[in-house]
T-cell receptor, first 109, second 114 residues
Framework: RKEVEQDPGPFNVPEGATVAFNCTYSNSASQSFFWYRQDCRKEPKLLMSVYSSGNEDGRFTAQLNRASQYISLLIRDSKLSDSATYLCVVVTPSYKLIFGSGTRLLVRP | DTEVTQTPKHLVMGMTNKKSLKCEQHMGHRAMYWYKQKAKKPPELMFVYSYEKLSINESVPSRFSPECPNSSLLNLHLHALQPEDSALYLC?????????????FGQGTRLTVV
């Protein structure tokens, strides 16, 4: 089983839609969790950290479910500029930052 | 704008060449990372430095040799690479290795081995 797994997508949604991505991790003792965004041929950029209590930043909401070992990212009111690959990152008990395979989002007009 | 700077942005090298990738950050971060990313794949961890000491080596072949001359600089020395080593090499830094681990990435060096 992979350490971090994501649905590769693509998710093809119209502007204004709400879309959610999930990411599962295998090690229950994992330390920290993040969502990154990566545009084509660019570096990953930190989107948000994921806290146990959940956190929100504008149209983006991240949640952590330790019992089921998954994190989620919800994007409301999708914009064309949200089109990108969304990568979850899990920090393992040995402090390795491990990326999921990424979920591709396409927002169409 | 990224505060992690990588040079060069593009590099083409022959299999017998020796080259180095450079990474610099001025955020006072004490952990620095090298990742390798192939097309349509996620970044894969190669090395982690914490306080200028190598903390993680993910069984990377010895033709890749990392070096951390000081807390702001990270190099990756390349020697006798293979065409399959062609990839985007990403450097990242975080405040610390074990806490506040939000990592910030440089723009990467796109390496082609011919």
């Amino acid at each position: 089983r992979k350490e971090v797994e994501q649905d590769p997508g693509p998710f093809n949604v119209p502007e204004g839609a709400t879309v959610a991505f999930n990411c599962t991790y295998s090690n229950s003792a994992s330390q920290s969790f993040f969502w990154y965004r990566q545009d084509c041929r660019k570096e990953p950029k930190l989107l948000m950290s994921v806290y146990s209590s959940g956190n929100e930043d504008g149209r983006f909401t991240a949640q952590l479910n330790r019992a089921s070992q998954y994190i989620s990212l919800l994007i409301r009111d999708s914009k064309l500029s949200d089109s990108a690959t969304y990568l979850c990152v899990v920090v393992t008990p040995s402090y390795k930052l491990i990326f999921g395979s990424g979920t591709r989002l396409l927002v169409r007009p | 704008d990224t505060e992690v700077t990588q040079t060069p942005k593009h590099l083409v090298m022959g299999m017998t060449n020796k080259k180095s990738l450079k990474c610099e950050q001025h955020m006072g971060h004490r952990a620095m990372y090298w990742y390798k990313q192939k097309a349509k794949k996620p970044p894969e961890l190669m090395f982690v430095y914490s306080y200028e000491k190598l903390s993680i080596n993910e069984s990377v072949p010895s033709r890749f040799s990392p070096e951390c001359p000081n807390s702001s600089l990270l190099n990756l020395h390349l020697h006798a690479l293979q065409p399959e080593d062609s990839a985007l090499y990403l450097c990242a830094s975080s405040q610390s290795w074990t806490e506040n681990t939000e990592a910030f990435f440089g723009q990467g060096t796109r390496l082609t081995v011919v």
